[in-house]
């Protein structure tokens, strides 16, 4: 399955992020937090009431506090188990829908699948994740998944 231009751009500064903070892996959370950089993720949360600067530091503060760091010259950071996952989720939601280009909408809502991430757990205390899948789809798409008001 092939990754969308947006979706290789944020692995790709995912892992640059990682890199620099010599982290071991790229979770979901680092995910999630180079996702808070992104402007259509950014309009997607405003939209749904949320905080995406709220979001972002609740990340960090996560990341900084319980994430491990690789010696000095150690290789570069690795995929974390819950990243795979979330891309064989997120897989299996642009192949369902017809897709075979993996686009923000299913890699988001791969993370969300996650069981026991905190990723899902500040992202959920932030947003309505449905609301927040609907308005990215509608985003990417055009398609509006809102009631018709008459």
Do not use: W
């Not at 990754?3 to 790229?26: H, P, T």
């Not at 290789?75 to 064989?88: H, I, K, T, W």
């Not at 829908?97 to 992202?123: N, P, T, W």
Request: aromatic share 10%.
């Amino acid at each position: 399955m092939e990754l969308s231009e947006k979706v290789a751009a944020i692995l790709e500064e995912a892992y640059l992020y990682a890199l620099k903070e010599r982290y071991e892996y790229i979770t979901p959370e680092m995910l999630l937090f180079v996702l808070c950089e992104d402007g259509e993720f950014q309009e997607a949360i405003d939209d749904c009431a949320g905080s995406v600067v709220g979001l972002a530091g609740l990340l960090k503060t996560y990341m900084e506090r319980y994430l491990e760091k690789k010696p000095t010259g150690e290789q570069g950071p690795e995929l974390s188990a819950g990243v795979n996952l979330a891309f064989n989720y997120a897989a299996q939601s642009a192949e369902n829908s017809g897709h075979d280009v993996i686009e923000l909408r299913h890699l988001v809502f791969g993370i969300c699948q996650l069981k026991d991430s905190f990723a899902v757990y500040y992202l959920k205390h932030q947003v309505d994740v449905p609301e927040l899948l609907g308005r990215l789809t509608e985003m990417e798409t055009g398609d509006s998944f809102a009631e018709d008001e008459e």
